[in-house]
């Protein structure tokens, strides 16, 4: 056992003229298995860089082992049968250490790194997001690997799989880092109702201010018309008969005064509570879809049709119907042909070969809102992205921002986004259209769990329609009103 010990970290990206971290001191023993969570753009990847000391920082980190993470290039000096051990746990194919990495899916390629990794004495693992282009399968069967390991960080936006594999949680919050020996679904149920508790206590202190401040008002009256009688009583002709009352006076007005101050005093000690609460509340403002309502009630429907890549035929006997309003989840192990069925959907397969046969029938006129697993296409300015593609400025800034955007990331070029930030601009351009047809390919990989849950209520409340592949579990059972295995 050791134990990463970090004292003062701060640390922010020159140019931006923030932090990501001020002041950070936590202990991290290297037997857990640790969950890394938080917001997109809150400095997950960074914080694996810092500590692989791969990044400039002010402060001390120490006893980190040596480590390697995921993803990474494959490292072919270790023994295949250590590598075939690793990949028989995950219940794959431990010949596939012998084909090209680019032959493999993104599933077996998640596989043979995570083996590779495993594979070395003496690392250290730091995974970054290793469910991604995994189907739920694969995902079931990388959490019971990861849980039968003991030491590494693991970040993961994907809750049931970070519950199932990690027995600590750290959070990077707004205002630093929190620590749990818990699941991180553990740790948000805490937080959440922490966060009751604040919210209550706040509007409670709002109250109790506003009584004190309308106390304050009234006793302010009080005491200016206490001053006036006692300055009233001081005229000449009554000063041996006033004696007393300016007595009276004068001690009235100084208790007036007392309890002026002592009001003041509540109110400053209730403001400074005040400003203790609330400060890590995520707060998503609520987004909006509007599709448009297409005149026929069936825009889709296959029958027993089949597709093909490039003349081979990646799935047959393929059958759909889907009506106006509805939304349907394509599920099916890697490389069964949900994102080709979706990209034949959506008009853009020519260009990869991707064929159908079959009785098929399209709506003639559906609008068709595409979104892909691949970032790569998002080049540029965000700004001058959305002149290019027609997309209202307004709109998409307004959209961004409800998703955690500030206003100097509207005007960064796409290259310097995180992963999640990125997957956000898509959907946001997805969001600005008005289609008839949403066809979304694993919209929520990279995104962090507080967006994950506004797009699903955002999808939920909707009645737009929609055809979709996730293997978020959480999501695709509040989202899909019907489920098609391929």
């Known amino acids: 056992m050791s134990l990463i010990n970090i004292q003062d970290l701060t640390f922010g990206y020159d140019g931006t003229g923030t932090y990501l971290f001020r002041n950070i001191s936590i202990a991290l023993d290297t037997t857990w298995k640790l969950g890394l969570a938080g917001r997109n753009g809150r400095g997950k990847t960074t914080f694996l860089r810092i500590l692989r000391n791969e990044l400039e920082y002010e402060g001390t980190v120490t006893g980190v082992p040596e480590s390697v993470i995921f993803p990474s290039e494959v490292s072919y000096d270790i023994d295949d ?8 746990l995950m219940n794959a194919d431990p010949d596939i250490i012998y084909r090209p990495m680019e032959t493999l899916s993104g599933g077996e390629r998640t596989k043979v790194m995570l083996a590779y990794l495993f594979a070395q004495d003496g690392i250290y693992p730091m995974i970054d997001e290793p469910t991604n282009h995994l ?3 694969g995902r079931r069967q990388v959490a019971e690997y990861l849980s039968s390991k003991d030491g590494f960080i693991l970040i993961s936006h994907d809750r049931s799989f970070m519950d199932s594999c990690t027995d600590h949680t750290l959070v990077i ?15 948000w149920d805490n937080n959440e109702q922490k966060m009751a508790g604040e919210q209550a206590r706040n509007e409670q202190l709002k109250k109790e201010m506003s009584s004190i401040e309308a106390s304050m008002k009234k006793n302010a009256a009080w005491a200016s018309r206490a001053e006036g009688h006692k300055n009233r009583a001081k005229a000449p002709s009554k000063v041996a008969e006033d004696h007393f009352r300016r007595a009276y ?6 208790k007036l005064m007392s309890l002026s101050k002592n009001l003041q005093q509540r ?9 203790g609460l609330l400060q890590d ?8 879809i509007t599709g448009t309502v297409h005149h026929n009630r069936t ?14 035929v990646i799935r047959s006997g393929i059958d759909l119907v ?3 309003g509805r939304k349907i989840s394509l599920q099916g192990h890697n490389g069964c042909g949900k994102s080709t069925l979706i990209k034949y959907l959506a008009g853009i397969g020519e260009e990869e070969g991707i064929d159908a046969e079959g009785d098929i029938y399209i709506a003639p006129g559906l609008t068709v809102s595409y979104v892909g697993q691949d970032t790569s296409s998002l080049s540029g300015i965000i700004y001058d992205m959305a002149a290019s593609r027609g997309t209202d400025k307004t709109l998409l800034s307004t959209i961004l921002v409800k998703m955690g955007f500030t206003k100097d990331m509207l005007a960064r070029d796409c290259s310097t986004l995180s992963l999640g930030q990125k997957k956000c601009v898509m959907i946001a351009l997805s969001l600005c259209e008005q289609a008839d047809l949403f066809l979304w390919d694993e919209p929520l990989n990279y995104i962090d769990v507080y967006m994950r849950r506004e797009i699903e209520r955002l999808i939920t409340e909707s009645d737009i329609t929609m055809i979709f592949v996730e293997h978020d579990r959480n999501f695709t059972e509040a989202v899909a009103d019907e489920e098609i295995i391929l």
């Open 135 to 137: 189907d739920l399968a």
């Open 249 to 254: 006076e004068a001690e009235k007005s100084r």
């Open 299 to 312: 825009p889709v429907i296959l029958r027993d049709v089949s597709i093909s890549r490039y003349g081979e």
């Open 322 to 324: 889907l009506e106006r």
């Open 267 to 275: 109110n400053e000690r209730k403001l400074e509570e005040k400003k």
């Open 81 to 88: 049968w250590k590598i075939r051990k690793e990949l028989n």
């Open 281 to 288: 509340m995520e707060r998503s403002e609520q987004l909006k």
């Open 173 to 187: 919050t707004k205002t630093g880092m929190e620590l749990t020996a818990s699941t991180f679904s553990v740790w």
